[in-house]
């Protein structure tokens, strides 16, 4: 099955940036739609951005217009996700992950999650 493995996440002031990879295993990811979700202490997990199998279709969380970018290389097996202009709300746990169930923002319609990314924001 697929395995997915996220990396970049660290500790940052406001206002800096951050770059989130997520290496999936598999020649299959190609086919896949990869979301991108984060969860906060005490809060329920959330949507950030999703991005269909070609890169034709991508959608964003409002509080994150502007400043995340979603992005894939299927050449590489690779997902991505820039950070800028990043604020102490934005601190969670990051989680990729990969469906074939359509393009949605619905984190139940995902069979595939990696372990996840802590990315803290100082103010």
């Known amino acids: 099955q697929v395995q997915l493995v996220e990396s970049g996440g660290g500790l940052v002031q406001a206002g800096g940036s951050l770059r989130l990879s997520c290496a999936a295993s598999?020649?299959?990811?190609?086919?896949?739609?990869l979301g991108w979700f984060r969860q906060a202490p005490g809060k329920e997990r959330e949507f950030v951005a999703v991005i269909n199998w070609s890169g034709s279709r991508i959608y964003y969380q409002g509080s994150v217009k502007g400043r995340f970018t979603i992005s894939r290389d299927n050449a590489k097996n690779t997902g991505y996700l820039q950070m800028n202009s990043l604020k102490p709300e934005d601190t969670a746990v990051y989680y990729c992950a990969a469906g074939n169930k359509g393009f949605t923002t619905s984190r139940n319609e995902y069979d595939y999650w990696g372990r996840g990314t802590q990315v803290t924001v100082s103010s």
């Open positions: 598999g020649r299959t990811f190609s086919t896949y739609t």
